[in-house]
């Protein structure tokens, strides 16, 4: 019954190896965003996908970059991973009414290890 | 700016209240959330509460805010060990639509 899935759970990359996190959902909601959470830290907003619209947050690093394909895929690509973009990387999506208390939905999180 | 804070850690004994507690900045928020993230785990809404109430109740849950100070409480009753997780408050930015702004995070620790 996963609503949204991630994919994996857990990558090991090489520095500077590009390396894509995927997500994928079952509720259909026109809204996806991608979270960065380091250890201890608030999860923090990278950017997220209003429909086909790509949204950027003024201080996601150009390394980083997402697709989404169609409604249920989101990827996510980090061209040149460096040591500090070790971090749990989170999908969520959400329903965007039109009403402000649209609930978001959290994938289980993809672990990235950077070596 | 864009702020929310929150103790990191939280030690209780079973069957005892936990409250933790949250500030944020934005006045202008509409909603605060309470979201619980256990190991390994992505984050689960708990509950929320709409700027212009001063409390919610949801079965062991009370959510209690202070708009004047920009405060805002969770407890939970009768803490079982199932409680042990890390609670997330968050706050959704005025600026965007549901863009949400998390604290770090407290870590709430159950013991017998």
């Known amino acids: 019954d996963a609503m949204v899935i991630q994919n994996p759970r857990y990558q090991v990359t090489q520095f500077g190896k590009p390396v894509t996190l995927s997500c994928s959902q079952t509720l259909n909601h026109n809204v996806m965003y991608w979270y960065q959470q380091k250890s201890s830290q608030a999860p923090k907003l990278l950017f997220h996908?209003?429909?086909?619209?790509?949204?950027n947050e003024a201080d996601t690093p150009d390394n980083f970059q997402s697709r989404r394909p169609n409604t249920s895929f989101c990827f996510l690509d980090i061209r040149s991973p460096g040591l500090g973009d070790a971090a749990m990387y989170l999908c969520?999506?959400?329903?965007?009414?039109?009403?402000?208390?649209?609930?978001?939905?959290f994938g289980s999180g993809t672990q990235l290890s950077v070596l | 700016g864009e702020d929310v804070e929150q103790s990191l850690f939280l030690s209780v004994r079973e069957g005892d209240s936990s409250v933790i507690n949250c500030t944020y900045t934005d006045s202008s928020s509409t909603y605060l959330y309470w979201y619980k993230q256990e190991p390994g785990a992505g984050l689960q809404l708990l509950t929320y509460?709409?700027?212009?109430?001063d409390m919610k109740q949801d079965q062991r849950l009370t959510v209690l805010l202070n708009k004047k100070d920009k405060h805002l409480s969770l407890r939970i009753a009768d803490t079982q060990t199932g409680d042990s997780a890390i609670y997330f408050c968050?706050?959704?930015?005025?600026?965007?639509?549901?863009?949400?702004?998390f604290g770090a995070g407290t870590r709430l620790a159950v013991h017998p």
């Open positions: 996908y209003y429909d086909k619209d790509f949204n």
């Open positions: 968050a706050e959704r930015f005025s600026g965007g639509y549901n863009k949400l702004i």
């Open positions: 509460i709409f700027s212009n109430m």
């Open positions: 969520a999506t959400s329903s965007a009414t039109g009403f402000s208390n649209e609930k978001l939905f």
